[in-house]
């Protein structure tokens, strides 16, 4: 439950509804709350307040006509301003860059605000009342809005100063790098010690003999795994007694009719059990970083991989985000990567699960850059002297073979591209060093 809850939090926030409407919903609170405080206090403005208003009833309603109209025209304007920097990031940085543009804070908050102030005026505009010798003039209220309004032409010049670096290319990198290493220092915390893999492992086999029946759980959609409910399985695992064997991890596209989990059990299990099982699974339409670590990586080699095209050809930007994938796997080399192997409360082997791996995480990272950028030795080079610095932070022995399989298939590719002799010395002098090390 707690990861669906946590699936449909980060949807909300991923769109550019949800903090417009709140605060929409906010105006109309404050829009009532004020109206009514005016109609139990006969407030008249004085000393620095009556400069801002002191008049009648017409006074107010042109105040509040001319604010609310003006925030509607520049609400228009930031809609246009925000699809302008959405259709020049997704042409530059790819279309799944969006979701980064869309999350932004201030972008929802700029669009909730000139839409709330247009509505609040709106609501305290109907209340202002000068006919058949009754007179209301919600002062408070008309004030409010006068400051509210004064506040947002502050607003769209922060907006507009926000909008204009956030399509710059390095921002958009670093964005997606804070993200990156936000997402795998939460799924991937700090070791603070090993874990005995083997003694797991022959667990595992131990236990799958002790069970008689083995069945699988069989994919009823299409889409990508976006999360993975790991409370809800542990429970069915220790309630039905039942040992599962997960094939697939967030991140996979899934099709229907593969298969999702084995299960081993002592009796059959019934189709309720079965689909509570395949429930556990969250599918979309597209994949999230909720526990999709390569999320974040995958952008950061799209960006790479468009700078790096015969159109583009930008190896400076590819060189910025070698060095941010540098950082988060200098990371990972110190890292705790989860266990395939998860245990109850009370000890007992329940799930064997299909984790990220360090080989993994460095695919991920610097396979298609080097495939894009073969024909570019100042990419070459630079792959190269990143994984000098990620072989030093290197914790053991499989760390580094992973580090070496890639240097070699660098310096195999700079080598088959036939570059300059210059070149090619500068790279052979760097993988020798990294060899030595």
């Known amino acids: 439950m707690k990861t669906k809850l946590l699936y449909l939090w980060e949807s909300l926030q991923s769109s550019l509804w949800f903090v417009p409407l709140i605060i929409v919903m906010v105006a109309v609170g404050t829009a009532f709350g004020l109206i009514y405080l005016d109609s139990i206090i006969d407030y008249k403005p004085t000393g620095l307040f009556q ?12 105040i509040l006509s001319t604010i609310a109209g003006a925030m509607l025209t520049v609400a228009g304007t930031v809609f246009s301003m925000t699809l302008v920097a959405l259709t020049l990031a997704s042409s530059q940085f790819g279309s799944r860059m969006l979701r980064n543009f869309m999350h932004d804070r201030l972008n929802q908050i700029v669009l909730g605000a000139y839409i709330a102030t247009f509505v609040y ?16 003039v919600p002062n408070v209220s008309v004030l409010f809005a006068i400051f509210v309004a004064i506040t947002n032409i502050f607003l769209l010049i922060l907006f507009i100063h926000h909008i204009s670096v956030s399509i710059q290319a390095d921002q958009v990198i670093s964005d997606i790098s804070d993200s990156l290493d936000k997402s795998i220092k939460t799924l991937f915390p700090e070791a603070l010690g090993e874990e005995n893999e083997e003694d797991s492992e022959e667990k595992a086999i131990e236990i799958k003999k002790s069970f008689s029946i083995q069945t699988t ?11 993975i409910d790991n409370e809800t399985l542990m429970n069915l695992a220790k309630e039905n007694d039942l040992f599962l064997t997960l094939e697939h991890r967030p991140g996979d596209f899934l099709v229907s009719k593969m298969e999702l989990v084995q299960i081993n059990s002592k009796t059959e299990c019934d189709d309720e059990i079965k689909q509570k099982i395949e429930r556990a699974f969250i599918l979309g339409n597209k994949r999230t970083p909720i526990q999709d670590s390569e999320f974040a990586i995958h952008q950061i080699v799209e960006i790479a ?17 070698i060095d941010k994938l540098t950082s988060a796997m200098g990371y990972l080399t110190r890292a705790n990567f989860p266990s395939a192997y998860r ?8 799930v064997i699960t299909n984790p990220l791996t360090f080989h993994g995480m460095m695919d991920a990272s610097f396979n298609q850059i080097r495939q894009y950028g073969k024909g570019s030795p100042a990419v070459l080079i630079r792959l190269m002297e990143v994984f000098i610095i990620i072989n030093g932070l290197a914790g ?3 760390q580094k073979s992973a580090v070496e399989r890639h240097a070699a298939m660098v310096y195999r590719a700079c080598e088959s591209s036939h570059p300059d002799a210059n070149d090619l010395n500068d790279l052979k002098e760097r993988y020798d060093r990294l060899l030595k090390n």
């Not at 400069?51 to 042109?62: C, H, L, Q, V």
């Not at 005026?121 to 209301?136: A, M, N, P, Q, Y």
């Open 343 to 350: 245990y109850d409360r009370e000890g007992q082997l329940r």
């Open 396 to 398: 053991n022995k499989n």
């Open 217 to 227: 759980v069989v994919n009823t959609r299409n889409g990508y795994l976006e999360a």
């Open 121 to 136: 005026c709106l609501l305290v505009l109907r209340t202002v009342k000068s006919e058949h010798g009754i007179d209301f």
């Open 305 to 321: 991989a468009r700078a790096l095209s015969p159109g583009i050809n930008d190896p400076y930007t590819a060189i910025t985000c």
């Open 51 to 62: 400069y801002f208003f002191s008049g009648g009833a017409e006074s107010a309603r042109s």
